[in-house]
């Protein structure tokens, strides 16, 4: 099975850097996928990492370390319309490849 | 190009009641995912279908059905509707083998 852990709720201030954490621990990896959704909305997607390393993609770029189990999503020159929560999940290699998700983490973006 | 699509983006329905929720997933995707979303929780995994079959299946009872039809679109059917069952249904469409994974908007399902 998958667990993956990623903290409840940030805060951080407009024109700012945020790195938002995740780990988990697979029984399979494949990839995995960071998500943004904004209350009330659907999950937008955002980056699908399978090799360790950075991947940049404009203001937001999502690094992966498979040995350690973790990944991060940086959001750069943060602007309040980024106040969402913020998924993380996990793709199996095994079967099918079902998805994962984390709880999610709730950022707040302030003046 | 149109995205992922749902209907209907809302619905109230009784205990002990069915429900059928459908999709349309993205052009030139093969396969649909449905997750279950509660307030303040992560997607949580439904099953998932391809070529007209359920491929895997996450941790739900049979109450939650489903069905894909030869142009890739897809119904969610649960049964015997439950308070619990209130949620945001999502439906997820990717190609197979395929990197991405897009949603669309959702249908919010109350159970009254």
């Known amino acids: 099975g998958q667990n993956i852990d990623q903290p409840t709720e940030m805060t951080a201030t407009e024109g700012a850097i945020v790195q938002i954490n995740c780990t988990y621990q697979t029984s399979g990896f494949n990839g995995l996928f960071w998500y943004q959704q904004h209350a009330g909305e659907a999950p937008t997607f955002l980056s699908y990492?399978?090799?360790?390393g950075l991947e940049e993609k404009g203001r937001f770029s999502s690094f992966l370390s498979r040995s350690k189990g973790y990944s991060y999503l940086l959001l750069k020159e943060l602007q309040m319309k980024d106040s969402a929560s913020y998924l993380c999940a996990v793709r199996d290699s095994a079967g099918y490849q079902k998805v994962t998700f984390g709880t999610g983490t709730k950022l707040q973006v302030i003046p | 190009d149109a995205g992922v699509t749902q209907s209907p983006t809302h619905l109230i329905k009784t205990r002990g009641q069915q429900v059928t929720l459908r999709c349309s997933p993205k052009?030139?995707?093969?396969?649909v995912s449905w997750y279950q979303q509660a307030l303040g929780q992560g997607p949580q995994f439904i099953f998932q279908y391809y070529e007209e079959e359920e491929r895997q299946r996450g941790n739900f009872p049979d109450r939650f059905s489903g069905h894909q039809f030869p142009n890739y679109s897809s119904e969610l059917n649960v049964n015997a509707l439950l308070l619990g069952d209130s949620a945001l249904y999502l439906c997820a469409s990717s190609l197979a083998g395929g990197r991405e994974q897009y949603f669309g908007p959702g249908t919010r399902l109350t159970v009254t």
């Open positions: 990492n399978v090799l360790d």
């Open positions: 052009s030139g995707h093969d396969t």
